[in-house]
Every structure is written in C-alpha cells, then in structure tokens.
C-alpha cells in the first residue's frame, strides 16, 4: 500500500448465510499498521447490498473525524 502512496487502507470480510450479508470493515493507517476506525453492518438480501455498503463508508469516514 505504501508503494502505491497510499495512507490508509480498508481491510475486512463479507459473510452471507441464506439472504442475509454480513460485513465488518477496519480502516487502517499505513504508516503504523494500527486501526483508526472500524463500522459492521448487515443486509437483509442482495438488492440492499449497495446500501450497506454506502453505510459502512459513511460510519468510516465519521469516525475518521
């Protein structure tokens, strides 16, 4: 990540079981290897997918602030 010049990076895992989707993000500084925030969230089914992600990004990004 540093050669690409990035300062953080996002890590985490997607889990589905039946219709329900399950993510759970960190957001990482590079520099120090240490999480600065991290946001969890689910989906009822797929059509809402793009909406937890949408979600996720945002509990990130206030919590970086």
Request: glycine share 8%; proline share 0%.
């Amino acid at each position: 990540a540093q050669l690409a010049g990035a300062e953080y990076l996002v890590l985490g895992s997607v889990s589905h079981q039946g219709q329900r989707i399950e993510a759970d993000l960190r957001l990482v500084k590079v520099s120090s290897g240490k999480a600065v925030a991290a946001a969890s969230g689910s989906a009822n089914n797929r059509t809402r997918l793009r909406q937890l992600a949408n979600d996720l990004v945002a509990k990130l990004k206030k919590a970086r602030l």
